[in-house]
Each structure stands twice: as C-alpha cells, then as structure tokens.
C-alpha cells in the first residue's frame, strides 16, 4: 500500500493487510506522523504526540503478525482485533509518563503517574497509542474553541469548528491521521463532532465503559466511546475498551456482545434491516434546524424505510426541558469535581503570596477558562443552600420524565430511535461564542441520552451545503451491538451513494497539497 | 425565579474559590441571569408526582475487595506538587494569629 492508502484505511482492512503481510505497522506509522507533521500546523488536531513509544509498539506488532504467518492461520485467528492499529486518545485519558492537560491551562505541566483503565486495555490489546488530541476545556464546549491551547479546524471546512468537546478526536479521523480515536460524552461530545466531520462516533450505555484515569466532568453522565469511519471500526474498538473494572464501581457486570467483533457486511447487513422498528421522535426536528440538516435525515429515514424497515413517528414531550435539565445537573456535577484543582497536589498553582484562601483563588481564577468558569458558578449556585431543592432536585425529577419517555418508546418493541444528531452542520469560528445559550442548543438532539444513561450513535448520512450530517440512533440499555449493526446495514444501504465517496475538501489545503 | 444580583454573583464566585475580576464578574452576572432564564421554565413542569434520579441505569455496584495491594511509589505521587519536600506536599499555614476561634 502507498502512504496515501496507507492513511486512509480503515482498522479492519488494516488487519488484514497485516495478517497478509502486504503492510506493516511502521509502514503505517510513518505514513500517519508525516500527514500529521506536514498538515497539523493548519488542522490543530494534536496536543501531544508519542512518537518513540508508538514506534516500539508498531515494532512489536510486526514481530507478533511476522511469528503468527509463520505459524500458521490459527495462530494469526488468535491475534488481538487491534493488534498493530493506531488510536489517538483525547487529551483527558491518563497515559502514564505523558502529559495530561484535559485542554485546560490549569493542567499545564502535569504528568500522570498512572494509566487510565481504557489505556490499560488498548495497550493489552496491541494497539498503538499514537497521541493526545485537543478537546475543549475540561469536555465543556460544542465546538473545541474552548480549548486553551489551540484551535481545531474542521477538515471539511479550514473556516469552520469541527465540533466537541472531542473536536481533535474527530478532526484527527477525519483527516486520516488515524484510523481510531476515543472520545468522551457528557451531553453529546462525541457524537455532535462525528456529526460535523462525518464520521462514526458512539456514546456507549452509562457504565459500558470505566471512566478510572479519565478526567471527570459530570459522573453521572460521562461516558467514553469510540469515532471511526465505519460502524466495524467503531465496534473493533468498543470491544477492547469496554467491561466491569474494579477501579471504576460504576462499570457494569453487563456480559460484553461477541457480535461486535462480527457486525454483518455487505448484503447480510443491509438485509438486517428488514422487519426493524425505528421510532421517530417529532420533538428532535427542534426549531432553528438547518433544512439541509432535516432533508438528509429524513432521506436516510426515507432508505431505511425502501430496506424494509418500520419507521413511526412518536413523541418524548419531556425533551423540551432536557436543555435546561442538563444545565444544571451537568454544572452542579462539574462544580463538585473540579473542586480538586486546588493548586496544591498537582497543576498550576497560584499559592504563593498571601494566605491559603488567596492561594486558592489565584490558581483557579487564573487556570479555568470562561466556559468551565460560567459551569462552576452555575453549579455552585444550582447547589447552594435555598437553591438546591428549587433548581438541583427539580432537575433530577425533570430528568426522571426523560428516562420515561425512552421506556415508553422501549416498552412499546421499537429497535431504536432514529433522529438527527445536530440541528446544523458545522458552523463557522466565532459563531457562537458570545452567546453561550446558543452554544448550549446545539447539543439538542443528543443530550437527552445522556440523561437516560441510554447508548447512542452518529453514522454519516449525506451532506448538506457539501459539509457532513449525522444520523443519530439511540438505543436500549447496552444494546450498542445492535445498534452498530443498524449503523453497518445504513453503511451497506449507502454504499453507492454519492456523497459517500467525497473526501473532506480542504484536506489537500491542510498541507498545501500533497496528501 | 430570582434573579441573580451582584453580591449573588460574588458570593457564588467566593464558595466556588473563583478569583475573578471586576469585570470578569459583570460579564458573569449578565451570562448567568441568561441561563437561569432557561432554568426558570423547569418550574412550569409538574413533578409532584415524580422521584428524582440521580444516576438512569441501575446496576448493582460490587465493590473490589478489599486486599491490599501495590500502590504508586510516594515519588511518583508528589512529583507533579508545586512544593514538595521529603514525600510530603508543601502546604500554607491553615490557621494564622489573627484566626478568630
């Protein structure tokens, strides 16, 4: 394979191509750190990259493929699925003896001295950790500007945001500077940037997945989960990092589904579609969505349909107040956790001058930026004394509303929602900064879920103004097997479409030509 | 619902240990009453009837047993502490002569 296809394949043809012994792991490697040094300076995707120890790990992979071919096919069947294949991970996974800012200034200089349960895993698994990708400040933004460090350019659009908080988890897919990356969800953090840079990005069930080693927003509601160019892809690296860890008490028991490691392909997938149940919620067509937006998810609807599936129209009436809900749950949650940055164990410090008090005040008025600022207060407020059962409790009885109306939808024998991940397509920089409730709404459509505790995920489904649309599914507690495979057979469906063979336009920009 | 005044706005900023300026809290206040705006409407909702959630799926939570075993080494720990001196971490003084108490 050349570099260029090198870069552009995905996990499962990387594999095979492995297995056959028609590419290698430092072949790979060296594709994906040229494109990353010649068109980073333009994309922003990357904080941190780890390039000494990515390179021992490709090494070991070929090592392990070159003795397995020569053993024999049961020796290559026994492989690990991620053996040799690249992943970036948002700079909020703790990698032992690597810089972790959570895209914060207050984490400036912190090395962790540990790793997170899912780097554990990855690395068991043979995956090669390629780097550290940019996010907005402690996961909270839609579009990555709030990062401190650095802005993330969509590779669709050079102008544009590539949406977040997991911007630089999608912007690296998207420009193929890696076949995988993790990502996490709190409101839709990964699922709005795969949206906008047209990839596969999944919030897995709360609990699917340990958060031990993982920057923490609101517990209650972060998950982490994968983006991928395809549904396979996505499921390959669900599988190494999900399961029950002893390190995190709200990682469930919940048995792990072989079937991801076999989603249907082709025909067999499209087939599968035939017979389901998609419920359609009239609530996610929200006022203020882009017609473009709601022409593509009612095509891909309209396609779903054509292969045999039930599609019917139902309402969630609590969606409505799961913006405001999520406002106060998420930011009260945020308050409690990032109380911890005090200056004094780890991070910048502002201790110093003055007393203890003044101390603390320095190190957080200086290190958190505007957004995580606004979520603290409001968090603090919504738990005050003579605030709390007003704002704090009614929220949690509003989000009892919104679990209903996904168990009703359940209890009724649909397969899953379908529904538009984002309202738009990616917006331009600046868009939406001055006014932060706009910001907010763009996460509409996918906070709901995370209400629930419910998996979802975003799959292509056309472009609208030439930039990407995301189909949204949401599912069942831990149905995430199935869902990929419904995200396989809209791939199969698709296939031929148009618009599934455009590259993101300004990639050749990106590096002033070559790619 | 209230709306949010100034000394509001300040007190919130001084439990949540926010040093911020003058400006930074005018900006803030204006920000926030915008959002509780939002929050206001969740008032309309009827939940009398409701249980609050706190957390949707529901699973029973093992804890780990409770064995010892290898923790990180005390260097590794400190090492990303502004001040740390002999595996300690370097703290101010949390009671002065003037503390009243």
Known sequence: MTAAELRRASAQQLRDAYKAGSATAVELLAAL???????????????????EEAQAEALAADTRYAAARAEGPAALAALPPLLG?????????????????????ILEGYVSPY???????????????????????FAMGSSTEFSAYKKTVNPWARDRVPGGSSGGSAAAVAAFHAPLSIGTDTGGSIRQPASLTGLVGMKPTYGRVSRYGIVAFASSL???????????????????????????????????????????????????????????????????????????????VRALEAAGALVEEVSLPATEHALATYYIVAPAEASANLARFDGIRYGASGHG?????????????????????????????????????????????????????????????????VAPT???????????????????????CTLPANMAGLPGVSIPCGLSEGLPVGLQLIGRPWSEASLLTIAAGYEALTATAAWRSVEPHDLAALSGGAT | MSKLTRAEVEKVAALARLGLTEAELSKLEGELNLILEQWARLAQVDTSHVAATAQTIVQPMPLRDDTPGPSLPVDEVTRNAPAHVGGLIRVQAILSEEADG
Not at chain 1, 33 to 44: K, T
Not at chain 1, 226 to 233: I, K, L, Q, S, Y
Not at chain 1, 387 to 404: E, G, P, S
Request: neutral net charge; hydrophobic residues 45%.
């Open chain 1, 33 to 51: 750190y040229a494109a990353i040094d010649r068109e980073d300076a333009q994309l922003g995707a990357w904080l941190y990259l780890r390039r």
């Open chain 1, 85 to 105: 294949i690249p992943v970036a991970l948002k700079d909020l996974v703790n990698l032992i003896n690597t810089p972790t800012t959570a895209g914060s200034r």
């Open chain 1, 115 to 137: 790793d997170a349960t899912i780097a554990t895993r990855l690395k068991a698994a043979g995956a090669i950790l390629l780097g550290k990708t940019n996010m907005d400040e």
């Open chain 1, 222 to 300: 972060d998950q982490v989960g994968p983006f991928a160019r395809t549904a396979h892809d996505a499921a390959l690296l669900l599988h190494a990092i999900s399961g029950r860890d002893a390190h995190d008490a709200t990682s469930s028991t919940e048995p792990l589904d072989a079937q991801l490691l076999n989603l249907p392909a082709g025909d067999a997938a499209a087939a599968g579609i035939k017979g389901r149940r998609f419920a359609l919620p009239k609530e996610y067509f929200v006022a203020g969505m882009e017609p473009g937006v709601e022409q593509a998810v009612r095509e891909a």
């Open chain 1, 353 to 417: 001058e003055g007393n203890l008090l003044d101390g603390y005040l320095a190190t957080r008025g200086r290190g958190f930026g505007p957004e995580v600022r606004r979520r603290i207060m409001l968090g603090t407020y919504a738990l005050s004394a003579g605030y709390y059962d007003a704002y704090y409790v009614k929220a949690q009885k509003v989000r009892t509303l919104i679990a209903q109306d996904f168990e009703r939808v359940w209890a009724a024998g649909f397969d899953a929602i």
């Open chain 1, 422 to 444: 984002s309202p738009q397509v990616a917006w331009r920089f600046g868009a939406k900064m001055a006014d932060p409730i706009s910001m907010y709404l763009s996460d509409a």
